[in-house]
């Protein structure tokens, strides 16, 4: 993926909501040639995903990433997944398929390690046995299978599991965009290119604990 990127105005913007409206229409008539007799359903819920992605665009600021001719795609938004993608036609055929806002943002926690000891935190606080790597990554399938299309990779502190960051990304294929949530910790620019080669499409990364925070309570336990 090309490294620019730049807001959708004008032409652009009206050229993109053209290209997905008719990107659209094509998997609706995907749907209908699978299941004919949902012909009906399908349109009402095409009619009403169109209203829908008008109101949300009309508040929403596009992004494009990359170039066209490199294969460049559009976020609507954080966690709308990119355009186009498997991810979101996955999200689109289960949209015509049941009309119902589905769940579809999941957060796997790859371990409850940290170098930070906040004292609010969840996974310092109850460290749990790492699940094994094989666990692991049926669980990603499983995401997948019930339609986990925005896919969060975080901790604890990912950036010191990353052979366990590596396998749920080696275990996700094109259903799920995948993002990373991290405070930074271990990433270089080797680590980054390793893991955009892998998969992640985007990193969040929170502000760094303060050395007060850190150091306000004996650091958790955990496993080895
Ligand atoms: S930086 Fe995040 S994961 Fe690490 S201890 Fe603090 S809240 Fe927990």
């Not at 355009?83 to 943002?105: I, K, T």
């Not at 990779?153 to 080696?170: C, F, H, K, Q």
Request: hydrophobic share 40%.
């Amino acid at each position: 993926m090309a490294k620019t990127f730049s807001p959708l105005r004008g032409l652009e913007l009206r050229s993109f909501r053209a290209r997905m409206a008719a990107w659209a229409v094509g998997i609706f008539c995907d749907e209908v040639r699978r299941s004919p007799g949902s012909a009906g359903k399908a349109l009402r819920g095409m009619w009403r995903l169109g209203r829908l992605t008008d109101v949300y665009l009309s508040a929403a600021k596009p992004v494009r990433f990359g170039r066209p001719a490199e294969g460049g795609c559009v976020k609507a938004g954080l966690y709308v997944p990119r355009w186009p993608s498997d991810a979101l036609a996955g999200r689109v055929r289960r949209w015509l398929r049941s009309q119902q806002v589905h769940h579809e943002q999941v957060t796997l926690s790859v371990t409850d390690e940290c170098p930070y000891r906040c004292p609010h935190c969840f996974n310092a606080r109850r460290p749990a046995a790492p699940m094994p790597l094989s666990r692991l990554k049926e669980l990603v399938k499983e995401i997948q299978d019930i339609g986990g299309s925005f896919l969060n990779i975080g901790g604890g502190e990912p950036g010191v599991a990353m052979d366990r960051t590596l396998a749920v990304l080696e275990a996700a294929d094109g259903r799920s965009e995948v993002w990373l949530n991290t405070t930074g910790f271990n990433m270089d620019a080797r680590a980054a290119r390793t893991l955009t080669d892998a998969g992640v499409f985007g990193v969040r990364v929170s502000t760094r604990p303060s050395r007060a925070s850190r150091t306000s309570r004996p650091p958790g336990r955990f496993p080895s």
